[in-house]
């Protein structure tokens, strides 16, 4: 189980490298393709169209997996799935040590969170995209773009691990104890090998931006930004709301800024 210092030393690349402060870890799903379990119907078939089972992972600042569960039919959503996976009753129990809260700015103090998309619930551990349709407030189109450019971490870990793991590839052909068995070995030797700085020629790019305020002349106030559509479920409390909120007018502050957010949101990223 991850210790209260492997979340510290994942935060600290966060904040200096992903610009995005009290951020620990990043969670995503991965569809793993299996042939279609006996008498399992259409338990498995998922909304891509193939029969899989799901990895919930959740992916520390260089790439490594902190926390791994197999085995979800993929049927379920991602909302389902961490619903239903041991990590979410841990951490609801407070048996997951994170860090402590972070202050950030004239914002105040946020605490340890892990970063998803869209698929996954807004709490207080755990942040997700401003929903939106057409065009959105700015300032939240400014959040949505740090998460994102932060959240790619668990993206780009499900890829390195399926270009050097062929076998991801390919729709898995055993039973389930077996498949869980296979999936659990790849991410142990692809911790191992991320520790050994073997990346087997596999590179992830990164961007390198250098705190700036100037885009900010052209980012509205809370006021006057455009109205914003919204999708999906707002099924969280209001202190998740507002550390949200916090998080987005200190990226929206000379503080918090990044030189490049203003025009890439601009532009429509």
């Known amino acids: 189980m991850p210790t209260v210092e492997t979340w510290t030393e994942s935060e600290k690349v966060f904040r200096e490298r992903w610009n995005f402060p009290s951020a620990v870890g990043a969670m995503d799903g ?4 299996i042939k279609c379990p006996a008498k399992s119907g259409s338990l498995h078939w998922n909304f891509k169209n193939f029969y899989s089972t799901v990895l919930l992972a959740v992916v520390d600042s260089n790439y490594n997996f902190l926390v791994a569960e197999i085995g979800a039919p993929g049927s379920q959503s991602d909302s389902g799935v961490l619903m239903s996976s041991v ?3 841990l951490v609801s129990t407070a048996k997951i040590n994170f860090p402590a809260e972070r202050e950030i700015g004239s914002e ?3 605490p340890a969170v892990i970063l998803a998309d869209q698929g996954f619930p807004l709490k207080e551990w755990m942040m ?5 349709v057409g065009a959105a407030n700015v300032r939240q189109a400014i959040f949505n773009y740090r998460l994102s ?14 270009a050097r793991w062929r076998i991801l590839l390919t729709s898995i052909d055993a039973k389930a104890d077996l498949v869980r068995l296979i999936v659990r070995t790849i991410i142990v030797l ?7 700085n073997d990346t087997g020629g596999i590179s992830v790019d990164s961007e390198d931006d250098t705190m700036d305020g100037n885009w900010r002349e052209n980012v509205p106030n809370n006021n006057q930004g455009r ?3 919204r999708v999906g479920s707002n099924n969280y409390n209001s202190n998740a709301s507002e550390i949200r909120d916090r998080f987005m007018n200190y990226f929206c502050s000379d503080e918090g800024s990044i030189s490049k957010q203003g025009r890439i949101v601009m532009n429509g990223y």
């Open 227 to 229: 109205e914003i559509l």
């Open 149 to 162: 450019r932060a959240r790619v971490i668990s993206e780009n870990a499900f890829g390195i691990l399926t």
């Open 108 to 110: 105040g103090r946020v």
């Open 190 to 196: 692809h911790n191992y090998l991320r520790k050994s």
């Open 128 to 132: 997700k995209p401003f929903p939106v």
């Open 30 to 33: 991965k569809h793993i393709r």
């Open 87 to 89: 990590f979410d009753k």
